[in-house]
């Protein structure tokens, strides 16, 4: 069972940047769709980025053109750039791929905070 464990959440400053990364235990060359959710203290669960096999991308609303996703085979590692980040982004951050079924990862959490 391939595994999936982000890391690269911690705290930051309004309008800072952060690069979170979801690392498999094995091949993502295999992976369907890969992506990221987040889920804020009292917000609803939100899909934030996604990525297709053929590295299309698309993005929430709330933060297309400041988050940009990718995905290195080569590394089997999915990563989340966060750039000009607000309050409002604090969540904790799941990644998630999709191979015969959806895997998670366990989460990181993403404080935005002065």
């Known amino acids: 069972q391939v595994q999936l464990v982000e890391s690269g959440g911690g705290l930051v400053e309004p309008g800072g940047s952060l690069r979170l990364s979801c690392a498999a235990s094995?091949?993502?060359?295999?992976?369907?769709?890969m992506g990221w959710w987040r889920q804020a203290p009292g917000k609803p669960r939100e899909l934030v980025a996604t990525?297709?096999?053929?590295?299309?991308?698309s993005y929430a609303d709330s933060v297309d053109g400041r988050f940009a996703i990718s995905r290195d085979n080569a590394k089997n590692t999915a990563y989340l750039q966060m750039y000009r980040l607000k309050p409002e982004d604090t969540a904790i951050y799941f990644c998630?791929?999709?191979?015969?079924?959806?895997?998670w990862g366990r989460g990181t959490q993403v404080t935005v905070a002065s």
């Open positions: 094995g091949s993502i060359s295999g992976f369907g769709d």
């Open positions: 998630y791929g999709d191979l015969r079924a959806r895997l």
């Open positions: 990525i297709t096999r053929a590295g299309m991308s």
